[in-house]
């Protein structure tokens, strides 16, 4: 079934079903996605636009609301289970906080061509998420990436985030993971920086909204429904995680990470 196709059969059930079928998807996207630290809001872009038909650009605040009410589920499991990310949330979250706010204005300000982010974005984690599927037994002795760096780095991602509303995780995790960085302290690291710059996010987008016409808030009932289906995900993927060895989560993160590019190069190429 094609993308029409599927809206349209989401459209025939009403709005009412529209919800339940947000939340279910959330539910398998973060229960798959999560043990890796990412919140599958990148997977979940895509889905709005072509099922769910959320407009433009509320589409990505309501990502972003997504992630709001989606990470304290796997946040709290992590805690529970003793990983909190230690310094690396706190690096992470420096740069990606005042990113995400720049990338929120930039979204509704000027808009940008995403077909260049698709074409970028697919161009860094097709070759990343092959050498992290090929080299997931590997050990690996790759040198660490120092704060400085790091915090530019988040920084960067945040931005992207701000203006797809994809959090950040699903490109700062299979980095730092592919940098040599253990899966168990990634996760609640990116995670926790997700949940952070998402709550800044659509407070921006919020803010904005009163100055603007059209669709730029976010899309409550739809990002709830995502939300509470990834809430129960993201809760789940946590608990698993620990019954995961890292290889087999390493090579998640690639076969996630590939997914992503290639979804990201089809719609550079298609636009």
């Known amino acids: 079934m094609d993308r029409a196709g599927a ?24 229960a798959v996605a999560t043990p890796a630290g990412i919140s599958g809001a990148v997977l979940l872009l895509p889905f709005q636009l072509d099922v769910l038909d959320t407009p433009s650009p509320a589409v990505t605040p309501t990502n972003l609301l997504y992630n709001v009410v989606a990470t304290p589920g796997a946040l709290y499991r992590y805690w529970r289970q003793g990983q909190t990310g230690g310094r690396l949330t706190g690096v992470l979250i420096t740069g990606t906080l005042p990113g995400v706010i720049a990338g929120s204005v930039i979204r509704v300000e000027w808009l940008p061509g995403p077909h260049v982010f698709d074409l970028v974005v697919s161009g860094v984690l097709l070759p990343l998420g092959c050498w992290l599927t090929v080299a997931a037994s590997m050990v690996l002795v790759t040198p660490r990436i120092p704060a400085p760096v790091l915090i530019a780095l988040a920084c960067a991602v945040g931005c992207i985030g701000g203006i797809y509303g994809i959090g950040g995780g699903s490109i700062l995790a299979p980095v730092l993971i592919g940098s040599g960085r253990r899966a168990k302290d990634v996760a609640p690291a990116a995670l926790a920086a997700t949940f952070v710059t998402s709550v800044a996010g659509v407070a921006t987008f919020m803010i904005l909204s009163v100055h603007q016409h059209g669709a730029v808030a ?54």
Not at 10 to 16: C, E, F, K, T
């Open 7 to 30: 809206r349209y059969c989401v459209q025939m059930l009403g709005a009412g079903w529209t919800e339940v079928v947000a939340l279910v998807a959330a539910y398998v996207i973060a």
């Open 218 to 271: 976010p899309d409550w009932p739809t990002g709830i429904a995502l939300g509470l289906g990834g809430l129960a995900g993201a809760y789940t993927g946590a608990r698993i995680q620990s019954l995961l060895p890292d290889a087999l989560i390493r090579r998640l993160v690639g076969v996630l990470v590939i997914a992503i590019g290639i979804r990201c190069l089809w719609a550079g190429l298609a636009r």
